[in-house]
């Protein structure tokens, strides 16, 4: 008997279907498949829709193109270069649609009907494909053949390697099909502030304040503003750079100099140039330019202009002391304070930053109510861009609230957070740079276009890692890109107080981040050293956002054993003030232990202090006062489990300048919660041991346990040393230590075992030949 085309198509597709249903569900993912109207134009045969099992959150969409057959075509032959991988025939037109057109991710599977098996593979992330349809229409073939590898089997095993490539492959297209997008050549109108009337400083503010409430404006969207922009094609950024050659806007610029910590007008340029009544205007857009990562102007207009250094301009005397900018250095007391506080006439951007603050804080429902009263204010406002932020954070928010929020009123909440979308705001909008703006947020282009920028360069760093070639070039201009990069998602998230940092996306990009810049800290190369200092950004959103497990296997990964700081005194300062404003906040750390989200982000930054501590370059006096806080901190926060979470063993395996206090001080925090067989006891025990002279008299063991935090007399030692053995194996490996141990002990232990016999004691006592 032979199985009709139909018969195999319906075949396959059914066990194609149960399989994708299992591996999903016990991912605790939901795949609901729908059946495509566009099958034979395109060669597709299912969308599938995924979902979020616990939340219904809708995750991604994908496509799919599925053939069974009941022999396999596996390639055979060891000089053939896809030997082992199954040969799949594909339509040339439909190849270059899933690559060019789709917008999605697509996948296509071959079912091997006799054993029942699915292999997958994700064209879109083939990087020879493109080459080869190339080649292929060249000769004038219609068809395209691919490979699959007999490893990609669609299965539980193989299941978090099948999403992976999932979501790669989603940004990939994305990508791809917001450049094209974004390249269509439309102009703003602007053409209110091009009056001459109007001062250049004025233009410039008013320019930005059409974006209210966002404090970070995409580069594409930068470089279409009148005034920043002159003739088209001819404003444009590079890195942190930008090109223009709009002259009056370049005058203004070329025309400023900080002095004494003011802006003034250098002394030539005083006859055609006054900034007298525009000062705080002036101080507004010099902030707006280094928040939005603007360094440099370039002339790119008629003639030679010199290149203008804005950020000879800037103010780093930052001395906001807002809620968020207090939560930013860890007072989380204060900021909870300054919420307490808040004014019944305050704007709505202000509003807008306090509810961030609660949600920062992980007060859902008081984030809740602000967003929902600046959407009310800003509802009749045409276009308003503070009014779509809130709308994105209030459906972020949404899946918080259902994982973290369990009040009476949840269920009331949910459901007036369901009733909010941006179907409306789609049909009102009017102006293109609002669209573009809108978009931008909306479809979470600022962290997908990031994540794409980053993974590519973090391949290209990969590959030179593994050459371990050295163009100091390459390296200095990598390292500056990929800075740049993260920068700017990093601001753009934070300054325009988008709830993001919860999400998988950041964290990702977050390590993706540090990894490249562990692997570039990493290659060896005697020529340059420019880029072998870590700046304090990198370790601030290490602190705060990096997963510390994931981060230390990164540091193992590229056996980074200390990290040089760019500025060692601006670290230092920073996490003193974090450590500080940490013990301040202890008792509000304390109230809030039934507050989730806020707890766990509270001890993930404790635990990524340890690893920081752990490497980074310091002057001992220093790195000791950090680590005197750090101690403090956990003494206070007293809470067991945290403890035993600490990796304090990091800290004394790649630190020889711990001091003698601090040493003890964690010992004795260690004793106090028993937790004598760990790593971080022995660790910190061998430590200890190393930093003390034993020629001197007064090694008497009560002496060292009495130093340690267990107070303990020659009376009480063996009885300790009997029910608590673990604790002493440290000692019994120095024989000047077992000396003295087993003179204590001795009498008291042989006694003991005539009374009443233990084997397991008596094992472990011969064993130390006691
Ligand atoms: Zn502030």
């Known amino acids: 008997m032979k199985y009709t085309n139909t018969e195999l198509e319906e075949k396959a597709n059914s066990l194609l279907n149960n399989v994708l249903l299992e591996v999903f569900a016990q991912n605790n993912k939901i795949i609901g498949k729908h059946p495509s109207k566009l099958s034979h134009e395109i060669g597709i045969d299912y969308f599938y829709e995924i979902r979020d099992r616990t939340t219904g959150e809708s995750l991604n969409v994908v496509f799919n193109q599925n053939k069974g057959t009941e022999k396999i075509n596996i390639i055979k032959g060891k000089s053939y270069p896809e030997a082992g991988n199954i040969s799949f025939q594909l339509k040339l037109r439909h190849a270059k649609y899933f690559l060019n057109e789709l917008n999605k991710p697509i996948f296509f599977t071959v079912c091997d009907l006799k054993l029942m098996k699915v292999y997958w593979y994700w064209i879109q992330l083939d990087n020879s494909i493109k080459e080869r349809i190339e080649a292929q229409l060249k000769t004038n073939k219609r068809t395209l053949q691919i490979f699959i590898p007999i490893t990609n089997e669609l299965n539980l095993k193989n299941f978090d390697k099948f999403y992976m490539e999932l979501e790669k492959s989603d940004r990939i297209q994305t990508h791809k099909f917001l450049k094209s997008k974004l390249s269509s050549d439309e102009e703003y109108d602007f053409k209110d502030l091009e009056n001459p009337e109007i001062n250049i400083i004025d233009k410039i503010l008013k320019s930005i304040k059409k974006f209210d409430g966002l404090t970070i404006i995409p580069k594409h969207v930068i470089s279409r ?33 900080r002095k004494n910590n003011t802006i003034t007008v250098k002394k030539e340029f005083r006859d055609n140039i006054s900034i007298s009544n525009f000062e705080n205007e002036l101080k507004e857009i010099i902030d707006f330019l280094k928040s939005n990562l603007i360094q440099h102007f370039k002339w790119n207009g008629k003639g030679y202009k010199d290149r203008i250094c804005i950020h000879a301009l800037y103010d780093y005397s930052n001395t906001c002391d807002c809620e968020r900018c207090n939560y930013n ?98 049909i009102l909008i009017e102006h293109n740079y609002y669209k573009h703006v809108f978009d931008w947020i909306k479809e979470n282009q600022f962290i997908n276009n990031s994540i794409w920028e980053i993974d590519r360069q973090f391949t290209e760093i990969q590959n030179h890692h593994r050459k371990d070639k050295n163009g100091g070039y390459f390296r200095g201009q990598q390292a500056n890109n990929l800075k740049f990069e993260f920068l700017r998602v990093s601001f753009f998230i934070e300054y325009n107080l988008i709830i993001y940092d919860v999400f998988n ?117 220093k790195l000791n006062l950090l680590l005197k806080k750090y101690i403090s901190l956990i003494v206070l926060l007293k809470d067991d489990y945290l403890v035993s979470l600490i990796k304090f063993e990091t800290l004394f395996h790649y630190r020889s300048d711990i001091n003698l ?90 006694k003991r075992l005539e009374d009443n016999f233990d084997s397991k004691y008596y094992y472990r006592l011969s064993i130390y030949d006691i």
Request: proline share 1%.
């Open 661 to 750: 206090t601090n040493t003890k001080n964690i010992l004795k925090l260690l004793s106090e919660y028993e937790l004598f067989d760990t790593h971080s006891y022995n660790k910190g025990f061998d430590y200890y041991l190393s930093i003390q002279n034993f020629e001197k008299k007064d090694n008497r063991l009560v002496n060292i346990f009495s130093k340690i935090g267990t107070s303990l007399n020659e009376e009480t030692i063996e009885n300790d040393f009997f029910s608590n053995f673990s604790k002493y194996q440290n000692v019994l490996e120095v024989p000047e230590l077992k000396e003295e141990i087993i003179k204590v002990v001795k009498k008291a232990a042989i």
């Open 329 to 426: 250095k860890l007072n989380f007391k204060y900021a909870t304070d300054l919420l307490k506080n808040r004014k019944q006439n305050d704007t709505s951007i202000i509003k807008f930053r306090q509810a961030y603050t609660y949600y920062l804080l992980g007060d859902l429902k008081n984030a809740y109510l602000l967003y929902k009263e600046v959407i009310h204010e800003t509802k009749n406002k045409d276009n308003s861009i503070l009014n779509i932020l809130c709308k994105y954070n209030l459906i972020n928010l949404k899946n918080l609230i259902k994982n973290h929020y369990f009040e009476s009123d949840r269920h009331q909440i949910l459901i007036e957070l369901k009733k909010i979308n941006f179907v409306y705001d789609e």
């Open 225 to 257: 503003m009148y005034p920043f922009k002159g003739t088209k094609n001819k404003t444009y950024f590079y890195n942190e750079t930008l090109y223009t050659d709009n002259s009056e806007f370049y005058d203004l610029f070329e025309a400023l100099e």
């Open 505 to 621: 996306e950041f964290q990702i990009l977050v390590h993706k981040s540090l990894e490249s810049m562990f692997a570039l800290y990493n290659i060896y190369n005697p020529d340059s050293t420019k880029y072998d200092k870590f700046e304090f950004t990198f370790l601030y959103n290490w602190l705060m956002h990096g997963d510390s497990t994931k981060v230390n296997r990164l540091l193992l990964k590229y056996d980074i054993n200390q990290i040089e700081l760019n500025d060692e005194l601006l670290v230092f300062n920073r996490f003193n003030d974090n450590l500080d404003n940490l013990i301040l906040s202890i008792k509000r750390i304390n109230e809030n232990k039934e507050n989730y989200l806020f707890r766990d982000k509270v001890k993930n930054i404790i635990q990524n202090f340890a690893y920081i501590l752990s490497r980074i370059k310091m002057r001992k006096t």
